[in-house]
């Protein structure tokens, strides 16, 4: 999902020329691994909108750097989230003129870790379309329906879940953390969060047995309605 949004995101750069025109120097895509191992929380400090991105010098534990997002109502003082980028180094913005020593182009920056910057009405969960998924129930499991459904008596017990995981963040406070669907439930019961020092990939098929818990709030604004916790996996 990663390599689609970034080479989207390269090929808009080359192609919009009205809005970022890309003259004399096609800057180069480089992944900063440093700073993608963990979620950023930034103060922003100043905003520039320019085409069809927000530019924001933002600070982070007394550091200072610019990012970029999609053209945002986003205001100075507000804290954001990522933990998804691609860093762009000597990248010259035409329409303002300027070029950046280094801008992040940031594809999942949100208002209190959960809401998307772009709407603040939607979750992190709504963010994540349903797929067309069928995932055979795990014997002796509940579907994502289910767990939805029974989500007040199964409350700190040890429950099974087969599903295909669809969004992974690792490494971040300490665990890996993925979505699964298994293509049950509706708008807001058809996806739910994992944690787990365990890995896989998206697009992985997987048995999930993890402790139920309801209305987690990790604080900061990461707030589950249901969550697998201490999770392990298993591909077969």
């Known amino acids: 999902m990663r390599l689609i949004f970034f080479g989207i ?23 900063s691994d440093e700073m993608n191992k963990e979620a950023h929380v930034a103060t ?8 069809s991105y927000s530019y924001l010098n933002v600070s982070e534990n007394s ?5 970029a997002v999609p053209k945002s109502d986003v205001t100075p003082g507000e ?5 998804q980028f691609m860093e762009m180094k000597n990248f010259r913005s035409e329409t303002l003129d300027k070029t950046f020593e280094s801008v992040l182009f940031v594809e999942d920056a949100r208002r209190n870790n959960q809401t998307d910057i772009n709407n603040p009405h939607k979750t992190e969960l709504g963010s994540i379309p349903k797929e067309s998924v069928t995932i055979k129930k795990a014997e002796g499991g509940y579907t994502i329906e289910e767990l939805y459904a029974k989500k007040d008596e199964l409350v700190n017990k040890i429950v099974k879940v087969r599903g295909k995981v669809v969004k ?5 406070m300490n665990r890996n953390w993925f979505h699964i669907q298994d293509g049950t439930g509706s708008e807001g019961s058809h996806d739910i969060t994992l944690t787990t020092n365990d890995v896989a990939q998206i697009g992985d098929e997987i048995l999930v047995e993890g402790t139920f818990i309801k209305d987690k ?9 249901i969550i697998l916790e201490y999770s392990r996996i298993n591909k077969n």
């Open 44 to 51: 922003v400090k100043e905003k520039v909108d320019a085409g």
């Open 63 to 67: 550091k200072t750097y610019w990012i």
């Open 9 to 31: 995101l390269l090929v808009s750069l080359l192609l919009s020329g009205c809005e970022e025109k890309q003259e004399n120097n096609i800057p180069q895509l480089n992944h």
């Open 79 to 83: 804290e954001i989230y990522f933990s």
């Open 168 to 172: 992974s963040n690792l490494s971040i």
């Open 217 to 225: 709030n990790f604080g900061s604004g990461y707030f589950y309605p």
